[in-house]
């Protein structure tokens, strides 16, 4: 496994939560404008295989419209089949991204827990204190006290 370094973790969690902001916000929109392209996209394939299979083969209504529905589905498959690897690199990118999260995370906290027992006592009352004052003008702010 490569080493992921911080930006780069960084980078990947905001580029997912972006597409993942815009899909959620505007699902409605994208989900439908993307079906009704898709819908036109076929029938314009499907007359073009239409015109092309009945003026090369001379054959008539029903023969070409069965050639042409076993190469939609051949296509179809052949799509689906495509869309299968790009689906299976994006889960194992993500599962990259998430663990290269967690080892960081406990780096970080290995890191701030030695940090913190090798701070003398003075040091730690007055991070105590302070965290303590955070959180008392935080509650003041919020006019919970």
């Given at each position: 496994m490569?080493?992921?370094t911080?930006r780069?973790?960084?980078?990947?969690l905001?580029?997912?939560g972006?597409?993942?902001?815009?899909?959620i916000?505007?699902?409605?929109?994208?989900?439908?404008s993307?079906?009704?392209?898709?819908?036109?996209?076929?029938?314009?394939?499907?007359v073009?295989?239409d015109?092309?299979?009945?003026?090369?083969?001379?054959?008539?209504?029903h023969?070409?419209?069965?050639i042409?529905?076993?190469l939609?589905?051949?296509?179809?498959l052949?799509i689906c089949?495509g869309?299968s690897?790009?689906?299976?690199?994006?889960?194992h990118?993500?599962?990259?991204t998430?663990?290269?999260?967690?080892?960081t995370?406990?780096?970080g906290k290995?890191?701030a827990?030695?940090?913190?027992?090798?701070?003398?006592?003075?040091h730690?009352?007055?991070?105590?204190g302070?965290?303590?004052?955070?959180?008392?003008?935080?509650?003041m702010?919020l006019g919970?006290?």
């Amino acid at each position: 496994m490569t080493s992921i370094t911080f930006r780069q973790i960084i980078f990947r969690l905001s580029i997912m939560g972006v597409i993942l902001g815009i899909l959620i916000n505007t699902y409605d929109v994208i989900f439908g404008s993307l079906l009704e392209a898709l819908h036109i996209l076929f029938e314009v394939i499907e007359v073009v295989l239409d015109k092309a299979v009945e003026s090369i083969f001379e054959t008539g209504v029903h023969e070409t419209q069965t050639i042409v529905f076993y190469l939609l589905i051949t296509i179809g498959l052949g799509i689906c089949y495509g869309l299968s690897h790009v689906i299976s690199s994006l889960y194992h990118a993500l599962i990259d991204t998430c663990q290269s999260c967690v080892n960081t995370f406990r780096a970080g906290k290995i890191t701030a827990e030695l940090y913190w027992h090798d701070m003398p006592l003075l040091h730690k009352i007055t991070w105590i204190g302070g965290l303590m004052a955070f959180i008392i003008i935080t509650l003041m702010f919020l006019g919970l006290i």
